[in-house]
């Protein structure tokens, strides 16, 4: 049997409950990364250097790491596409990933906080974990339906949130009661059982390739630059633009809530601040799984690009509108509706990528879906935040400028997936 019909696209439809089992792994993960990026990364980089350079050697460790990490996802999707293991064509490589993962993030365990240390822990997590991400992004198209890649990517991106929600929530409130021990397990443990789950339910679905040939690392270079031109595939590329331009929107305002909450609301009290974000966080966690499962099978039966385009409508209109709650409940009013286009964006845009993707080279061209998201992620605060400072500290003219910004992306958005990309 060649490799081409062994990749005809998959009929039979997976049960809920395997839909849930091979989505585990966004749980794990975004445990790990969210709990590094927002908390434990600053206060190990604040422990080890001077107020007056902390920001800097965040900003160079976080940049030089993620750039590696763009090319390690992209390569390890490539050579997952190749592989012939007997084990499957993604499996091998998320569960190697997940085990050199461990020995990094738990490193603070066995040696003492320098900035040696931390350099090394975080760029070995960096790296490993794209090996397994850039094996597992794929699955979706490998080996789920295209009926049900909508529900499929909506229960990815529920547990996407709560992989959030524990990452942050829960870290933070070990390393509160001083448990940071315990906390590094916990992370470590979510990751191994998370993948692991994953790994053993995608056992009858993983098929090995028999018909394709492992590549050297000349091969694989050359292959990570090297586009075909495909039918069809130019509106691949024009959906990647387009998600771009959304994930600039939806990436910057995470970064200024407290700025928002403090400058506009005019809470100032450091206890206020925080239980102001934690309540519009948990309410957005709730109403951004909800949305994000509800999205994710209407997909699947209206088609997605229509539903993408009307929440980035929504989102923009929303955000036009925050600089103007004097409330407190105003505040959280928006914040649910933001909350809930972001959850339809984070499954749909998912689902439709998979949809789009060629097959045979699932694993590359979702890494170059992922590089799109992840320089959005990276370019969106810096844009922000000058737009924020650019009278000094952040006003409501500031924060005006901030929301029309975030709203041109989302329309340009609009308009390019409307003029670009099919409803399907």
């Known amino acids: 049997m060649s490799a081409l019909s062994e990749l005809a696209l998959p009929t039979r439809k997976l049960s809920f409950p395997m839909l849930i ?38 900003g160079v460790l976080a940049g030089v790491a993620i750039g590696v990490a763009v090319i390690v996802n992209i390569v390890a999707g490539i050579i997952s596409d190749h592989s012939n293991s007997r084990f499957g064509r993604r499996r091998p490589m998320m569960f190697w990933g997940m085990i050199l ?27 490993f974990t794209n090996v397994s991400s850039g094996a597992w992004q794929p699955t979706l198209a490998d080996f789920v339906p295209v009926e049900q890649r909508g529900i499929s990517a909506g229960i990815k991106g529920v547990f996407t949130l709560l992989g959030s929600a524990v990452g942050v929530g829960g870290i933070t409130a070990l390393f509160a009661a001083h448990l940071q021990r315990v ?22 679905l993983d098929k090995p390739m028999t018909d394709v ?34 994930y600039l929107g939806v990436s910057g305002f995470q970064f200024f809530g407290v700025y928002y909450v403090e400058g506009i609301l ?17 309410l957005n966690l709730v109403i951004g799984v909800v949305f994000s499962l509800l999205a994710g099978f ?4 209206f088609g997605r690009r229509n539903i993408i385009i009307l929440s980035v409508v929504i989102a923009s209109a929303v955000g036009l509108l925050f600089p103007f709650a004097r409330t407190f409940a105003m505040f959280l ?40 998201v992840g320089v959005a992620n990276g370019v969106a605060p810096p844009i922000f935040g000058v737009i924020l400072n650019f009278q000094g500290a952040p006003t409501l003219t500031s924060f005006i400028l901030f929301f029309v910004v975030s709203a041109v992306f989302f329309v340009a958005s609009a308009i390019l997936l409307a003029l670009k990309v099919p409803n399907r």
């Open 333 to 372: 009013g928006f914040s649910a509706l933001y909350g809930a286009a972001n959850g339809v964006i984070l499954s749909v845009d998912t689902a439709l990528t998979s949809d789009l993707v060629p097959r045979e080279e699932a694993g590359k061209y979702m890494a170059y879906a992922n590089l799109a």
């Open 21 to 58: 089992l091979t989505s585990t792994y966004a749980l794990g993960v975004n445990v790990v990364w969210l709990a590094y990026n927002i908390f434990i990364l600053p206060l190990q980089v604040q422990s080890v250097t001077s107020e007056a350079t902390k920001g800097i050697a965040v």
């Open 101 to 127: 993962t461990l020995p990094f993030i738990l490193l603070p365990l066995f040696t003492s906080l320098s900035l040696f240390t931390v350099a090394l822990a975080y760029l070995g997590m960096q790296i």
């Open 298 to 301: 209407l997909s699947d039966k």
């Open 213 to 246: 040939r492992a590549l050297n690392l000349q091969e694989i270079l050359t292959d990570m630059m090297r586009i075909q031109h495909r039918p069809g595939i130019a509106v691949f590329w024009w959906f990647v633009l387009g998600s771009f331009l959304i």
């Open 183 to 204: 906390a590094f397990l916990v992370i470590a443990g979510f990751f191994l059982v998370a993948t692991i789950t994953n790994v053993l339910a995608m056992w009858r």
């Open 266 to 282: 005019h809470i100032t009290a450091p206890d206020a601040v925080a239980q102001a974000i934690q309540i519009s966080g948990l």
